[in-house]
């Protein structure tokens, strides 16, 4: 979940701020320091076979590690909790296929969200340290191609993890809002919905998923917490009022935001296929992760977790570009409905019909 296509990012404008930053963040002051703020994130081992649940990057002693998700206390009776929503299974060529996309803004309601959207990525980036070519976000150059001008903007395990947990923290939150106010909406009017609710909600635990698998890799610390107890509550409350004056502009910009996730995710895979991520080259996924997905024996490196993810991104930029083309109040949830011709390409749970830009209400209802 990410913000803008085309705004390059500029250097912190407080060189003190920067410097707090960077120890809050990074973990530049090492020692007690580091693992008391920011994210605890350093590099232990690529593999410990003998407890996958281990998270992979910390810089708190092994013995000081707290299990994150620990399994229920006093039921002996439960052996495993599965997940409410299954994820459909994406094949190797499918998530290779997916393409950094931009839908053009075409008029003011577009403008707003990618506006917005813009403005969200040039803060994060900046506060974060990160940095990408413009041609690269346009589709128009290979992320592999690109370095890093200075050394604050170059992408280490560390920050990328910084910048995941973080963003995947407040993902989850629109499609809650969306669900959660079009639910309260159908109880109000004493109507059906036509299928949008589940959609939003499984996005939201989607996102969600993505979040719990990096905090098996990474633990964060009190500044983090701190930091993603705000953006959670200010993110709350604005998707709130937006989605209650114009769900269609709020979809839009969840469908900008997406644009961006993919682009992020697409860079860091690069970064793994260029060998600037040398500690992930050959890390193994989480076990929540290859429960999850479904990932495959042989299948199971970052990089290929990494693909997953983005191939989800992939999936809610397609679902929020079309839902914003829609009649938000009548039209049926085209991703769950069936068709006159189910021969002829139309929008799934999957990604077999992806489409960048979303489908178009013609196309559809």
């Known amino acids: 979940m990410y913000a803008s296509t085309g705004t390059s990012t500029q250097a912190l404008a407080s060189k003190h ?22 994210l605890r994130a350093s590099y232990v081992a690529i593999h410990q076979h003998a407890n996958p649940q281990r998270r992979q990057f910390s810089s ?13 206390a006093n039921a002996p009776n ?26 053009d803004a075409k008029n003011w309601s577009d403008w707003l969200a990618l506006t917005m959207v813009r403005l969200l990525r040039f803060g994060m980036d900046t506060a974060t340290g ?35 947990v973080f963003l995947e923290s407040v993902a989850g939150v629109p499609g809650m809002v969306g669900g959660m106010l079009r ?10 919905d036509n299928g949008w609710i589940e959609t939003l909600l499984e996005e939201a635990y989607n ?70 991520l040398p500690k992930w080259e050959k890390l193994e996924a989480p076990e929540i992760a290859v429960r999850y997905w479904n990932m495959p024996e042989g299948h199971r490196t970052m990089r290929e977790l990494l693909l997953y993810i983005r191939a989800d991104e992939a999936k ?18 085209p991703f769950v409905s069936e068709y006159e ?16 830009t979303g489908w178009d209400r013609n196309e559809v209802i």
């Open 17 to 38: 701020f920067a410097t707090q930053l960077s120890k809050a963040i990074h973990g530049f002051n090492v020692g007690s320091a580091a693992t008391r703020t920011g």
């Open 207 to 276: 996102e969600r998923m993505h979040l719990l698998t990096f905090l098996k890799m990474a633990e964060p610390g009190w500044f983090m917490k701190l930091m993603i107890l705000g953006a959670q509550g200010v993110f709350f409350n604005g998707m709130f009022l937006s989605y209650l004056i114009s769900p269609r502009t709020c979809h839009r910009f969840v469908g900008y935001l997406e644009e961006e996730a993919v682009l992020t995710y697409t860079r860091a895979i690069a970064d793994i296929d260029a060998g600037k």
């Open 316 to 333: 809610h930029r397609e679902v929020n570009h079309t839902l914003g083309n829609l009649e938000q109040k009548v039209d049926p949830n």
């Open 341 to 356: 011709d189910p021969s002829r390409p139309h929008p799934g749970k999957g990604i077999e019909n992806i489409k960048p």
């Open 130 to 164: 990160y940095s990408h070519d413009n041609e690269v976000a346009k589709g128009k150059k290979d992320p592999t191609t690109t370095s890093n001008r200075r050394s604050w903007f170059a992408m280490t395990e560390r920050k990328w993890l910084v910048r995941f």
């Open 183 to 192: 639910h309260l909406h159908s109880l109000r009017r004493m109507k059906r």
């Open 60 to 72: 708190t002693k092994r013995a000081q590690l707290k299990e994150y998700f620990p399994p229920p």
């Open 78 to 103: 439960i052996k495993l909790t599965g997940p409410a929503w299954h994820h459909p299974v994406y094949s190797e060529t499918q998530m290779n296929d997916i393409k950094i996309a931009h839908r």
